[in-house]
């Protein structure tokens, strides 16, 4: 399967991408107005400078009068340390200041016009205003002009472009961890359900009924309808394994029944063999029958294990007791010494491990011979061990013994699936336990398997 991004990680992603555009578009507006408000702020100035000089302009004897008044150059010099230039000219001609400063022709009168240009090798900007003065003959027009370099308010300007960059990086930074809660506070009913579902047993498939947002209940629609169909699946699973079990052991035992009555009927040596590999053959396909039935309700038990409080000596017990006539038609004595041991679990699925094991060693023990169930408690673990005095377990490694279908090397002769072990082994390791496969500790040969489970 495909590694992919997870919803959470795209979904804040998609918000921190939409965050990172937002902080972009504030800093450039906040830096825009910035901009905008230190120019208009200088022009104001300006322009309250230059009519302060346009209104001390007089007319005396003829010729055009006027004092710079202080105020108007206090006010520049007081937002800035910006340098500060004038020019009061009459037509052409310059009546005070700096005689090269660019003085562009104002508009109507009474107005004031504002140019950004160069002076003196830095940028300026200016602000004129023209006002007529009767003198000599006729009114004269006088154009009033000051600028002042910029360098003031592009510091300013800067100073809020930096605070506003700032600021634009702490509300990424918070709408970034705000989009990780957004996303995981969105997410959480998803959440909710998965973890609804990863809590139930694999054989709980009852339908989830849960509260959720209506973005959810198609999910939780085809949830349940999945869910429907597996428990259907599975129970007709069941049914068939139970028939076909049925199916195969009726006629197989109808089989091997007119074997045995052929068998004390026929005279012919190579007839009697014949009827002998076939009822070795039947009980074969018996007990593959039986053993697969019990793998199979092996496999679906532990899958919703049962935590009973049980005695694992009157659970041996009870085994014990329904071997007994198995074991007597080869004159097996079973040997049951026992302690109580408390433990949890599937009385059905304990049984069956217990049953098969000792089924093994009847199976695998020669007439005569004496089958030794002992069980012991060390620690916090029990411990039912079976010794028989069977052939041992052969020259494979122990633990492939396990394995469905594998048999040792030395039992070819006897009738066998190869699943006893291996249910065993099942069963204990859904209750958290362990089969241990050793040879017997009496000195007598034969196998000594023992089941561990943990005390409950």
Known sequence: MTETTSIGKRLTLLLAGVAALLSLLSWGMVTGLAREATQRTQDNVLAASATAIAETLRSEQGEVRLELPYAAFAMLGAIS???VFYRVRADEKTLTGYDDLPSPDAGRQGQVVFETTEYSGAAIRTASISR???AGDGPVLVTVTVAQTRDGAGAIAAELSRFAGILSVAFFLIAVALSAFVAQTSLRPLNEIAAAVSRRGPSDLRPLVRAAPSELAPLLSALNRLMDRL???IRRSEDFITEAAHRVRTPLATVRAQAEIALRTVEGDSDKERLRRIIRAVDESSRSAGQLLDHATVAYRTEDLAQDPLDLADLTAQTV????PTASMRDIRLNLETTPAQISG???LLENAIRNVLDNAIKYSPEDTTVSLRIAVSGNEAHLSVNDQGPGLGDEPVAALTERFRRG???ASIVGSGLGLTIAADVLRAHGGRLELASAR??????CVSL???LG
């Not at 007791?321 to 007994?324: G, L, N, Q, R, V």
């Not at 009496?442 to 196998?447: L, R």
């Open 81 to 83: 340390e910006d340098r």
């Open 132 to 134: 007529p003065v009767l």
């Open 231 to 233: 428990r259907q699946s």
């Open 321 to 324: 007791a329904a071997m007994e």
């Open 346 to 348: 599937d009385a059905v």
């Open 409 to 411: 090397n030395n039992t």
């Open 442 to 447: 009496n000195g007598s040969g034969g196998a």
């Open 452 to 454: 561990v489970l943990p």
